[in-house]
């Protein structure tokens, strides 16, 4: 008997507007200029406040940071399209989105020097705070968007991020094999920014895209070039009206590049080249949108400068107001571990406490 052919697949890849500010006409949005001067200034607001956290960290006023320069356009614009009902599921390198979300900058500040109390939520969002542990946050957004499905909530959906060694987990598939099977509204995005730490994206899987691993599942899956802000709103747009009219999950993968290190305790130039590094700065997203803006008359140099000044006198009073913050006790870390108290992180706290004050002896 021959054989029949089951099913046929393929992957779009998605780019509107190229690295050198050209926008294919034919594929433009239209976004409102509000909008879209709005997206450029989260943008380099987000940038802003990481290359602040940066010089902190490097002062020691400010605990290990993972920055999440050079991916502004691939997680600031799907954040900024969802709405007060839906859910933002991050992970660690969304800073943008978390400041679309109503996140503040001292709160950033407060989180990465150590402090829960840098995850205190604003009330008009539904977001979950960061998580460190690769991959398990899909499963939150699709035990989330499972709910919003079983309580038949009206224009709700998630969006949940991770990043492309998050791929490699076995969260990352229970997460949208579920998705698929229960047809949940999740829009999943990989922030594919061609490392894991050290390990490139050529070594984390033998595929030639991530965006392929929608079809296993058999949910949409497409590629886009994350570095595009106008590409990220229409794949993301287009996702998000699906999973709220009764379509499901979505899988986007954004590619994009961290041009910064994975967090401020590592040294890149160990594992990558700067010619590397060089190639990505090209693309950079906010160079290329800020060419479309003025191209289209909305942006000038006088603009930019305002904007500039305008985002550090911004930058400056959350420093303020997160140094006035000096009423937390540095063992707090300790209540958050369990909901109870525990005698062996008791202990634990007592020997942190100890150490703590044979330092300030020897100061
Ligand atoms: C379950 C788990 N394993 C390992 C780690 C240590 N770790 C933190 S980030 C990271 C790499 C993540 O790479 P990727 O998913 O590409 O995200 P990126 O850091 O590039 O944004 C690893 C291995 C962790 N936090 N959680
Ligand atoms: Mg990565």
Known sequence: MPKKQVGKWSIDYLQILDENGKVDEKLEPKIDEKDLLALYRWMVLSREADQRMINMQRQGRIGTVGPSTGQEAA?????????????FVGAFREAGA???RGESIAQAFLFYNGFEEGNKKPEKFNTTPI???????????VGIGYAIKYRGEKDAAVITFGGDG????????????????????VVFIVQNNQWAISIPREKQTHSKTLAQKAIAYDIPGIQVDGNDPLAMWVASKEALDRAKSGGGPTLIEAVTYRLMMHTTADDPSKYRTQEEVDGWKVKDPLIRFQKYLTGKGFWDDNKQKKLE????????AAVKEFEAITDLPPDIGFDHVFGTKHAEIEEQRQEFLEELKKDADHA
């Open 75 to 87: 997680h600031v614009v799907p954040a900024y399209l969802l709405n007060d009902k839906d859910w």
């Open 98 to 100: 978390r400041l679309v």
């Open 309 to 316: 000044a305008e985002i550090k006198a911004e930058i400056d």
């Open 131 to 141: 998580n460190i542990i690769v991959a398990s946050q899909y499963l939150h957004a």
């Open 166 to 185: 998050s791929t490699s987990e076995g969260d990352f598939h229970e997460a949208l094999n579920f998705a698929g099977v229960w047809q949940a509204p």
